[in-house]
């Protein structure tokens, strides 16, 4: 899994540059993985802020206007591009991180990231076949359709083990935690521990508390009959 997590690191960097910008996650997807961008006036403002600098520079440094009318345009120029790439280092630095972070703790995520990335290869290699052969290609699909069944099945190749989510670890640590609070057939009960020690006046406000609730309930329970 880490082999795959970093295949998958190295092609969104290769998505976030300008080569595979038709392939960028759009800004909706970028959010749901918790990654934070630089918003684009951020670099405008940066850039604004040289452009009038320069000319206080300029005058300081009491340049001949020939070299003046030459070097502040360049700095222009120069600075757009320095911050540009600033920006943009940045931004993908936090965007993999963040997408990183989510490979780490989700193997179902990573096994639908991956099976997208498999689909992404078809796609190039159809497209370009200095990038594969038909045999490649073909061997590629039957992964990708592996990929896709053992997603639907929510299982491992050996169809016995379940595939790790966020959403399945908290059913699993709900369910033990329902077993905890939940044995009916033993006489250690944590709760009526708890309640031993509370003070003499609450422990009795608990009491009327159920009684009246098993009451509301016996009284539902009638309505519906």
Known sequence: MRDAAERLLQDLRW?????????????????????????????????????????????????????????????????????????????????????????????????????????????????DPVLGGPEEVRRLKQTHRKLRQILEKGQHADNTTPVRSILGDEADFAESLIEVYDRTEEEYDPLAELDARLPEDIRSRLDEFEQEYGREEQGRRLEKQ
């Open 15 to 127: 998505r976030l540059s300008p080569a595979g910008k038709k392939y960028r996650p759009d800004p909706r997807t970028l959010k749901s993985w918790g990654a934070a961008e630089i918003p684009s006036p951020v670099p405008f403002l940066l850039w604004m802020g040289w452009f009038v600098s320069s000319f206080f520079i300029a005058a300081n440094m009491r340049m001949p206007e020939e070299t003046a009318l030459f070097l502040v345009p360049a700095s222009w120029v120069a600075m757009g591009f320095v911050i540009r790439r600033i920006i943009q280092h940045i931004n993908t630095k936090n965007i993999t991180a963040a997408y990183g972070r989510i490979l780490r703790v989700n193997e179902r995520f990573l096994l639908i990231e991956y099976t997208r990335y498999i689909r992404r290869k078809i796609r190039l290699a159809e497209r």
